[in-house]
């Protein structure tokens, strides 16, 4: 059992001054694995202050300076690749090239940042007047489960190439991933104060963070009800918000499409994270006349996508990261069937050969209608909607009936047809085809998707604000 009991703060490990723990789980066995601490507001306090006195040195260092700690940073996360891969494993459950992909995220998230400041141009003339980007102030971030590990590592980032001390409350279901990488990133030796991570729930922490009168920005992801909970908050003191929220992405299939192609690419998308992700293409669009040719691929791709736990490496598809997210997945697929939505493959349960594990069964829904909530809600886990439409208009108008906005996602052959179409959908992100992900490339949503933009240049300015010389 591992007790986790400190928080960094001000360069060191020190005690939490909570008195509550959360137990940690690891999520293949249901076993209980450790304990954290839950931090008071005290320790939100603490942290802040550090924070507060680290930031008018830090934020006057020259991003010259700055390059180096973020790649300090990213030799540090680097180095310990090993252990933060099996803190993930354990704790999160995730398949092997998810796990991966995040470990070798976490340094190269600073990498990328250090790549932004060494071009940025952070001045600007508007005639005489001379506009320098300026720190927004102490920054909060707030971290979700489903990627704990690499939004600390993005957040931290663009914190440090703005020259923004920071205070991070990760999510109180990876502690033992936090650990592993705040003694990682320790040992970059940023000045103290400049980063600070405290343990605890978001009813305590959490929201003590968002309505820190001492906090300028508020940086979160999660759930789009704590987001708006987080906003409020916010707005008490005005601070800046990035809000990367739900998603119920849609991924159209033009009926120009080859299907070979396209079938393992919708199953990738829908099942990115064991579909514990809000970028997941959850709503797949398919037109009328290839319905039963792409449900019956669908089907049968579902072979590529083995249930198992971390450690075994055919796995595909690993267990949901709780109790509570494994009942909330069971519940969407009893509602789907009450909806009236046929199950094409899967169903309630788990797999077959699995008799313990939060694993629950891949599940694709057919003949769904967009107004069913198993195609308005989030369920994030593998459960897939396979939607029916006429033509390019009836996709288009399906794909924007949501009240989400996050990442679709458009398949056929045709580039300037999947450009036109893909220009239409309401969402910060359109994959074309299966795209590479680019770690540069601007990242959130419209509507309840959230507020503001990640990664590269959108989200290291979403850190600054201009100051106005006038001359
Ligand atoms: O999220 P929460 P939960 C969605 C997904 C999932 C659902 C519930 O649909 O099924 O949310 O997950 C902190 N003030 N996503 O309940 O509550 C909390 O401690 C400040 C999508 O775990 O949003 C944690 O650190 N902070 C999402 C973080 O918010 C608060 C990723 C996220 O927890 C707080 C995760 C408060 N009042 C879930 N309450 C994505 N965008 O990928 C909680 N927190």
Not at 39 to 53: E, I, P, Q
Not at 354 to 369: C, K, M, N
Request: with cysteine.
């Amino acid at each position: 059992m591992r007790e986790i009991t400190e928080n960094y703060i001000d360069g060191q490990f020190c005690p939490s001054t909570g008195t509550e723990n959360a137990p940690l789980f690891n999520p293949a066995t249901e076993e209980q694995i450790g304990n954290v601490r839950l931090s008071a507001g005290r320790d939100v306090d603490t942290a802040v202050a550090a924070a507060k006195r680290a930031f008018p040195a830090f934020s006057n260092t020259s991003p010259g300076d700055r390059v180096l700690m973020l790649r300090r940073l990213a030799a540090a996360a680097a180095d310990n690749a090993d252990a933060i891969r099996k803190a993930i494993q354990e704790e999160y459950g995730a398949p092997a090239p998810f796990v991966d992909f995040t470990a070798n995220h976490a340094g190269n998230a600073f990498l990328d940042m250090a790549a932004v400041l060494e071009t940025y141009a952070r001045t600007r003339n508007i005639g005489t007047t001379e506009v320098e980007m300026r720190p927004v102030g102490v920054a909060g971030a707030i971290t979700p489960w489903n990627a704990n590990v690499g939004f600390i590592c993005s957040k931290l980032a663009v914190a440090v190439a703005a020259g923004t001390s920071i205070v991070i409350k990760p999510s109180e279901m990876s502690a033992m991933q936090t650990q592993v990488l705040a003694e990682a990133l320790h040992g970059a030796g940023l000045p103290s104060g400049v980063f600070n991570i405290v343990n605890g729930s978001g009813a305590d922490a959490g929201s003590a963070l968002a309505a820190h009168p001492d906090i300028g920005k508020i940086s979160f992801t999660g759930s789009t009800t704590t987001g708006q909970a987080v906003y409020r908050a916010a707005a008490a003191t005005m601070k800046r918000v990035t809000l990367e929220l739900g998603g119920k992405g849609a991924q159209i299939v033009l009926d120009d499409a080859d299907l070979d192609v396209v079938v393992p690419n919708l199953l990738a998308n829908g099942f990115i994270n064991s579909g514990q992700a809000c970028i997941a293409g959850t709503r797949i669009l398919v037109p009328f006349r290839l319905l039963a040719e792409v449900e019956a691929r669908l089907a049968a791709g579902l072979a590529e996508w083995p249930v198992g736990p971390a450690f075994d490496t055919a796995s595909r598809i690993g267990p949901m990261v709780s109790r509570k997210q494994w009942d909330q997945v069971q519940s969407y697929i009893a509602l789907g069937r009450i909806e009236g939505a046929r199950v094409l493959v899967g169903g309630e349960g788990r797999p077959d050969g699995i008799e313990r594990g939060w694993f629950v069964r891949p599940t694709l829904f057919t003949d769904v209608s967009n107004s069913m909530r198993i195609a308005r809600e989030e369920i994030f886990g593998p459960v897939l909607s396979i939607i029916p439409y006429r033509d390019e208009e009836d996709a288009i108008r399906i794909a924007n009936d949501t009240d989400y906005g996050l990442q679709n996602y458009v398949l056929g052959t045709n580039s300037d047809r999947l450009r036109r179409v893909a220009r239409r959908l309401e969402s910060g992100r359109v994959v074309i085809n299966g795209a590479a992900h680019n770690p540069l490339a601007p990242f959130g949503g419209t509507k309840q998707s959230g507020v503001g933009r990640e990664y590269g240049v959108f989200g290291l300015e979403a850190f600054l604000e201009p100051r106005a010389l006038l001359i």
